[in-house]
T-cell receptor, first 114, second 111 residues
Framework: GAGVSQTPSNKVTEKGKYVELRCDPI?????LYWYRQSLGQGPEFLIY????????DSGLPNDRFFAVRPEGSVSTLKIQRTERGDSAVYLC????????????FGQGTRLTVV | SQQGEEDPQALSIQEGENATMNCSYK?????LQWYRQNSGRGLVHLIL?????REKHSGRLRVTLDTSKKSSSLLITASRAADTASYFC???????????FGRGTSLIVHP
């Protein structure tokens, strides 16, 4: 596709439920990043993939958060037992390769936990 | 944790004026990127400047990088109302190649 695509654009879920957020990166981009952004803050790094493997997951806040990228393209961020504090915009970005290349962002998924 | 910090937090100017935003960071980097964000959703990439570069231009944008002071500036010349947005710098702390963001500068350009 022309850009990074994230679905759904909005997700409302009840506390305690499981959610999956999807990211389709730009075709051919090997690096993929997930971020979380709260109101008035900058994007907060969660996890980064190089190909299929999670090269750095140091930003995941706890073990309720997990992400996969099984074929080195589409990635899914999974959140178990959602809490109200998980409410935020979840952003995905991709770049051509690891290194001095630009990271391009999707429009994000706004997650609201009620 | 915050690596880059933008300054000022908020900037309000008149159309036609220049806008300057600054970014300071703490550790060594490979590159620094500037982004724009409207309405709290997707970030638009503006410019990437590498650690061995001192200045880059793109249209009305001028970015400088001073690695000795660990700082960068973004200059928008002849601002327009459409430039109203939040602007973020992203660095890769310790040469990690993972873009790490500050809290951003909120720019308002009055027509």
């Amino acid at each position: 596709g022309a850009g990074v695509s994230q679905t759904p654009s909005n997700k409302v879920t009840e506390k305690g439920k499981y959610v999956e957020l999807r990211c389709d990166p730009i075709s051919g981009h090997t690096a993929l990043y997930w971020y979380r952004q709260s109101l008035g803050q900058g994007p907060e790094f969660l996890i980064y993939f190089q190909g299929t493997g999670a090269a750095d997951d140091s930003g995941l806040p706890n073990d309720r958060f997990f992400a996969v990228r099984p074929e080195g393209s589409v990635s899914t961020l999974k959140i178990q037992r959602t809490e109200r504090g998980d409410s935020a915009v979840y952003l995905c970005a991709s770049s051509l390769m690891v290194g001095n290349t630009e990271a391009f962002f999707g429009q994000g998924t706004r997650l609201t936990v009620v | 944790s915050q690596q880059g910090e933008e300054d000022p937090q908020a900037l309000s100017i008149q159309e036609g004026e220049n806008a300057t935003m600054n970014c300071s960071y703490k550790t060594s980097i490979n590159n620094l990127q500037w982004y724009r964000q409207n309405s709290g959703r997707g970030l638009v990439h503006l410019i990437l400047i590498r650690s061995n570069e001192r200045e880059k231009h793109s249209g009305r944008l001028r970015v400088t990088l001073d690695t000795s002071k660990k700082s960068s500036s973004l200059l928008i010349t002849a601002s327009r109302a459409a430039d109203t947005a939040s602007y973020f710098c992203a660095t890769d702390p310790g040469g990690s190649y993972i873009p790490t963001f500050g809290r951003g500068t909120s720019l308002i350009v009055h027509p």
